[in-house]
């Protein structure tokens, strides 16, 4: 079976979250996301020619797709195994980066927008958040929390995690990754019934 090989489009799109993850939104230029996936310039406009905005949008996606995808495998094993990948997905991305990366959703999120518009990269990350909460809240559901407890914990998880991840660049350490993890846990394991 042959290796799948990425596209210059699934390469400037990876490189543009890597990017957003390290500098937030406002210090991503296209230019500079060209050169750091090896794609020409031009190119870089064909695939995107509503320009950064579209760009970020795809990196928020991508990025989202690629945590939603673990999550998943790791949730069939019970929302203590989804938190414990979640968390180690995370944590490789801090330290492998010496704690100079951390989630482009949250960077995005956190931009000042135009007064006049939401972004599509804003509206995208929202729905990366929901999507990620609804795989969390699904397992705690099936594993025996009441609905709207599975929901309320789901956000805290995403919520604290995401945190976590800033206080870890700003620390240069993963310490509030293990506090964040034990507290986590113990509160999925107060919630769910098995």
């Given at each position: 079976?042959?290796?799948?090989?990425?596209?210059?489009?699934?390469?400037?799109?990876?490189?543009?979250?890597?990017?957003?993850?390290?500098?937030?939104?406002?210090?991503?230029?296209?230019?500079?996301?060209?050169?750091?996936?090896?794609?020409?310039?031009?190119?870089?406009?064909?695939?995107?020619?509503?320009?950064?905005?579209?760009?970020?949008t795809?990196?928020?996606?991508y990025?989202?797709?690629?945590?939603?995808?673990?999550?998943?495998?790791?949730?069939?094993?019970?929302?203590?195994?989804?938190?414990?990948?979640?968390?180690?997905?995370?944590?490789?991305?801090?330290?492998?980066?010496?704690?100079?990366?951390?989630?482009?959703?949250?960077?995005?999120?956190i931009?000042?927008?135009?007064?006049?518009?939401?972004?599509?990269?804003?509206?995208?990350?929202?729905e990366?958040?929901?999507?990620?909460?609804?795989l969390?809240?699904?397992?705690?559901?099936?594993?025996?929390?009441?609905?709207?407890?599975?929901e309320?914990?789901?956000?805290?998880i995403?919520?604290?995690?995401?945190?976590?991840?800033?206080?870890?660049?700003?620390?240069?350490?993963?310490q509030?990754?293990d506090h964040?993890a034990?507290?986590?846990?113990?509160?999925?394991?107060?919630?769910i019934?098995d």
């Amino acid at each position: 079976m042959t290796k799948h090989s990425p596209s210059a489009r699934e390469r400037i799109v990876a490189g543009a979250a890597d990017m957003i993850s390290r500098r937030g939104l406002n210090a991503t230029s296209i230019r500079e996301t060209a050169r750091h996936a090896r794609a020409p310039l031009g190119s870089t406009y064909h695939y995107f020619p509503d320009g950064k905005q579209q760009l970020a949008t795809e990196a928020v996606r991508y990025t989202g797709e690629w945590v939603a995808r673990s999550l998943r495998k790791e949730l069939e094993a019970g929302p203590v195994a989804g938190l414990r990948a979640f968390l180690a997905l995370w944590r490789g991305i801090v330290v492998d980066s010496d704690f100079r990366a951390g989630c482009p959703v949250l960077a995005v999120s956190i931009e000042e927008p135009p007064a006049d518009e939401t972004p599509a990269a804003l509206v995208a990350a929202a729905e990366v958040f929901a999507a990620w909460e609804g795989l969390l809240a699904a397992s705690l559901r099936a594993h025996g929390a009441e609905p709207e407890r599975a929901e309320q914990l789901a956000t805290l998880i995403v919520a604290a995690v995401e945190g976590t991840v800033a206080m870890c660049r700003a620390k240069r350490s993963t310490q509030p990754l293990d506090h964040t993890a034990e507290q986590l846990q113990a509160l999925i394991l107060a919630t769910i019934k098995d």
